[in-house]
C-alpha cells in the first residue's frame, strides 16, 4: 500500500512529499522555468537537509514542475538584487555568501548518503545544470537539454559545476561545454554520460520514481558504504580506496539487512530490509 505525506517547505515554490521512502522534491516556479529565487532556493537548501536525515527517506528524487528542470540563477535579476545589504556587500563577503550558498545546496546533495536521483522533463541550464549533476543518477524525457549556460552572461561558473562535470564527462569534454554554452539534446547527453537514461517525455516521473523507490526499499547501510566505496574512487589511491572497500564489507556482514539478504537468497523471496 503507497504511503504519502506531504512536507511543508514554507513555500509554495517548492512542493515535498515522501512516498514509499522516496522523497520528491518539486521545484515548483513553472513560469520562470523553475529558475532559483530569494525563496525557492533557501527552501531547496533546508529540504536537502531535512529529508537527507530523515531515516524513513531511503532516496531523494528532485525533479521541476511544468516543462523544465531547473533554469539556474535569475538573469534578469543580475546585477540589480533588490536586497540592499548584498549590494553594499564587500567584495570579501559577496565570496564568502556564495561559498557558504554553495556549501548548502550542491555541497549538501553530493553529501547525502542516501541515493539521489534528478529527472528533468525539460531543461537544466548553469546553476540548474549544477544541481542535477550533484545528484547520483540523472534521468531525461527526450524533450529536456542541458545547457552550461555561463559564458552567455560572461560569467565562469559556480555551485561546484566544473568538478562536477569534469568528473562526469572528461575534462575535454567539461572544456568544450563549458566553453560553448551550447544546448544539449538528451539523446547526446545519454551518449557522452550526463545522463543515465532517457525516457519517453510522459514516463519520466514514473520511471523516475520506480528506480527510487527500488533503492529507497534496499538495504540502507550499504547503499551508504556504496557511495562511500564510490566517492572514494575520486579521491584516493587504488590501495587505500581497496583498504577501506573491505572494512565496511566486514562491518556489513555483521547487520540484520546482510542475514536478511542471505536467508531471502535462500527462501527464494524478495529480502524486506530494516535499515539494520
Same mark, same amino acid.
Given at each position: 500500500m503507497t504511503t504519502e505525506t506531504k512536507i511543508d517547505t514554507g513555500t509554495d515554490e517548492l512542493l515535498c512529499v515522501i512516498r514509499d521512502r522516496v522523497? &520528491? %522534491?518539486?521545484?515548483?516556479?513553472?513560469?520562470?522555468?523553475?529558475?532559483? +529565487? =530569494?525563496?525557492?532556493?533557501? @527552501? #531547496?537548501?533546508?529540504? %536537502?537537509?531535512?529529508?537527507?536525515?530523515?531515516?524513513?527517506? !531511503?532516496? #531523494? #528524487?528532485?525533479?521541476?514542475? !511544468?516543462?523544465?528542470?531547473?533554469?539556474? !540563477?535569475?538573469v534578469k535579476g543580475m546585477g540589480a538584487h533588490r536586497d540592499k545589504k548584498k549590494l553594499e556587500m564587500s567584495y570579501d563577503e559577496k565570496v564568502a555568501d556564495l561559498q557558504e550558498r554553495q556549501r548548502l545546496l550542491t555541497g549538501a546533495l553530493v553529501s547525502v548518503r542516501k541515493p539521489t536521483i534528478a529527472a528533468l522533463p525539460g531543461p537544466a541550464v548553469g546553476a540548474g545544470l549544477?544541481? @542535477?549533476? $550533484?545528484? =547520483? %543518477?540523472? %534521468?531525461? @524525457?527526450? +524533450?529536456?537539454? &542541458?545547457s552550461t549556460g555561463y559564458v552567455r552572461v560572461a560569467l565562469s561558473g559556480d555551485y561546484g559545476i566544473a568538478w562536477l562535470l569534469t568528473r562526469l564527462v572528461g575534462t575535454s569534454r567539461a572544456r568544450e561545454l563549458m566553453f560553448t554554452g551550447e544546448k544539449v539534446d538528451a539523446a547526446r547527453c545519454e551518449a557522452i554520460g550526463l545522463v543515465n537514461r532517457v525516457v519517453p517525455d510522459d514516463k519520466?516521473? $514514473?520511471?523516475?520514481?520506480? *528506480? $527510487?523507490?527500488?533503492? $529507497?526499499? !534496499?538495504?540502507?547501510?550499504? *547503499?551508504?558504504? &556504496?557511495? =562511500?566505496?564510490?566517492?572514494? @574512487? *575520486?579521491?584516493?589511491?587504488f590501495a587505500t580506496a581497496r583498504d577501506h572497500e573491505a572494512e565496511r564489507l566486514v562491518r556489513l556482514t555483521t547487520t540484520a539487512d546482510h542475514k536478511e539478504a542471505v536467508q531471502a537468497f535462500i527462501d527464494k523471496r524478495k529480502p524486506v530490509f530494516r535499515g539494520g
Open positions: 522523497a &520528491i %522534491i518539486t521545484l515548483n516556479r513553472p513560469e520562470a522555468r523553475n529558475a532559483f +529565487s =530569494d525563496t525557492l532556493t533557501p @527552501a #531547496l537548501r533546508g529540504m %536537502i537537509k531535512t529529508c537527507g536525515e530523515n531515516p524513513e527517506v !531511503g532516496a #531523494l #528524487l528532485l525533479t521541476g514542475a !511544468g516543462t523544465a528542470f531547473c533554469a539556474g !540563477g535569475n549544477a544541481l @542535477a549533476l $550533484a545528484c =547520483d %543518477i540523472r %534521468i531525461a @524525457a527526450q +524533450s529536456a537539454f &542541458i519520466l516521473q $514514473a520511471e523516475a520514481f520506480a *528506480l $527510487a523507490k527500488s533503492m $529507497a526499499e !534496499g538495504p540502507t547501510l550499504a *547503499l551508504r558504504y &556504496i557511495k =562511500d566505496n564510490l566517492d572514494e @574512487a *575520486l579521491q584516493f589511491d
